[in-house]
Structures are given as C-alpha cells and as structure tokens.
C-alpha cells in the first residue's frame, strides 16, 4: 500500500511517500480501505517533534473508508460496512487496522469524505460546547479562527445552543464564511495592530460591556492573552489549540485579577475515552448533518501524494473549512 512517512521531526518536507507491506487486522480489529484521511493540526505537532513520536512514522489520525476485512472476534463490523475514526494513528495511507472500540459507523445520508471531514473537528466542537464549557442561551462566546474546521461547525452548534458567537477571522472571505455559519460579530484581527490591548474593548463591546463567558481559543499563543482579558467574570479560557505556537507558562494570579475566571485544556481523547461516549458524541454529529442542521465545508480536496502541501496550507492559515487527503 501507499502512505506518507515522516521520516524525522520537521517541516513538511520530511513527508515522503512510501510503498509498505499491506496491514492485517488482529483481534478486535477491522481493515479499512480508505476513502479520505482528515488533516489535522495534531498532524502537524506530530511531524513537528513538538509532540513526542518515533520516527519514521506513517502521518494522521483521522479517517473514513469501507471494511475490507475483520479479525478474530470481531461480530458488530463486516465488510462492507462503512466507518470513520478520529484517533488511529498512521491513517494517511491507503489502507488502515481499525479498533471496533474506536470506529465510528457511517449512517447512509452521509458521504466519507464528510465523515472524514467531521470526525476529528466535529467531535471536537461537539464536546468544547456541551462539555467542556456547556453554551447555554444568551451566553456570549468568543471564538478564534471563525472560518476554519472547527471554527465553522462550533459556531453553528453555540448557536443551536442559543450562544451569540463572536469570532476572530483574517480575510473578508473568511468574514463572510463565519457569519454564514452562525456568528453576530466578526472582528478582523489582522487590522489590529495589537491583539492583547485593542481586541478586548471590541469583544466587550459586542458583548454587552461586560465580555464573554466562554473563549474558544485554537490559535494559542498569539491570541491567549487577548482571550484572557476578553472574559468576564468567572468566565472560561478553553485552549483547545497551538496553530500559531504553544502558550508559554503564566502566572496563575492573573485569573484572580482578571475576576476568579478558569483556563482549561481539553484535549479529545479525555472526552472519549470510552466507546460509548464516542460513539454517542458521533451518532449526535452525523445526526446533525442528516437532518441539515449542520453544514460541512470541506474548503481543500487533495491527492495522498500532495500531503506536504496540505500541511504547508494549514500551517499558512491558508485555508477554510476541513482539508482532507482524498485517497481512493
């Protein structure tokens, strides 16, 4: 089979493609020919070193695709049926080894490189929302990235929730997405010149005077301390990202200063760590999209070959919506 390797911590350069010796699943497991592998930030930080990993190693977490054989034990999957999954690592190649325990069934309604597209991102938003901050009606919610993969589909859950989203975008293309998707106010950070003194007073300004509740903040080091000073009292910074770098110690009396208010970082695997609270969190996800309740933008299509670019895309803040390797 075809995959991509990184074949040592660093750029996108280090990703090669390979030919490896076809996989076969063992006990518990399922063989999946792969339809579409996510990309994801997480991707990245893997690549990057900045996450511990040996190398070489086959790229990805995230996918959809169609059983193409079980192992031993194995009796709620055949082949033929089709699934996704959000955290298997080595899912940037042509064919996957699958746990049952984490794979996800796709409903008919929905296609694979839309499962693909929400697994990772949309699990994610799904459990920033009702979970981790649980968004409740009125509240008002700041979130970085408004256009990108999870920023699109949080915002339309925040708002079925009855959130007033306020998001942070880069482009009046990105603008236009974000309110689109849910948002009240779209603040172009990139004409400010500084986001720690002049994005607070707009965000508390869009929200009342008195600032948000919850901030959702996958950005990470460039917008930590403008999302900090964006809460009101004993409201909540979700880090749930490093896009621009990992955010560097702090002093913890900032939070009783700024008014007794809370930083957490969340990070997927804690909010699914059994099969039932994936699979649960999954069937309301696919769910919302059968029923149009919720929009799936996929804003780049690739070849497994092109995997370098795509990381160089999402690094860049290039792209909008979900990337996705399209694969067979």
Do not use: C
Not at 70 to 97: I, K, P, Q
Not at 165 to 174: L, N
Not at 238 to 251: K, N, R, Y
Request: aromatic fraction near 4%; avoid cysteine.
């Amino acid at each position: 089979m075809r995959a991509i390797r990184a074949r040592e911590a660093g750029g996108p350069e280090v990703l090669e493609l390979v030919e490896l010796r076809d996989p076969t699943p063992g006990p518990g497991e399922v063989l999946v020919r792969v339809a579409a592998a996510g990309v994801n930030f997480i991707d990245t930080y893997r690549r990057g070193g900045v996450y511990p990993m040996s190398f070489p190693h086959v790229v990805g977490s995230e996918g959809a695709g169609e059983v193409v054989d079980v192992g031993e034990g194995v009796t709620d999957l055949t082949v033929g049926d089709r699934v996704a999954w959000l955290d298997v690592l080595g899912s940037y190649a042509e064919l996957v080894v699958v746990p049952v325990a984490r794979a996800l069934r796709v409903p008919d309604g929905v296609g694979l490189d839309v499962a693909a597209a929400l697994a990772m991102q949309g699990i994610t938003a799904h459990y920033l929302v009702n979970s981790t901050y649980p968004v409740a009606a009125g509240n008002p919610v700041l979130l970085h990235a408004g256009a990108g993969g999870v920023g699109l589909l949080l915002t339309q859950l925040a708002t079925a929730r009855g959130g007033r989203v306020i998001t942070t975008v880069s482009t009046d293309g990105k603008a236009e997405l974000s309110r689109a998707a849910g948002a009240v106010e779209v603040i172009r950070y990139d004409q400010l010149g500084d986001l720690t003194t002049e994005l607070p007073p707009l965000v508390r300004a869009a929200s009342g005077g008195d600032g948000v509740a919850v901030a959702y903040d996958g950005v990470g080091r460039t917008t930590f301390d403008a999302s900090l000073a964006s809460l009101r009292r004993r409201g909540m910074l979700v880090l749930f990202g490093g896009a621009s770098g990992q955010v560097p110690p702090f002093d913890l009396q900032r939070l009783n200063s700024g008014g007794s208010l809370y930083v957490t970082r969340p990070t997927a695997g804690h909010y699914t760590a059994t099969t039932a609270e994936l699979r649960g969190r999954g069937a309301e996800v696919f769910a919302a999209v059968r029923a149009g309740r919720l929009d799936v933008r996929i804003g780049v299509r690739l070849s497994l070959a092109e995997a370098a670019q795509a990381h160089r895309l999402l690094e860049g803040r290039a792209t909008t919506g979900k990337v996705l390797l399209e694969i067979n």
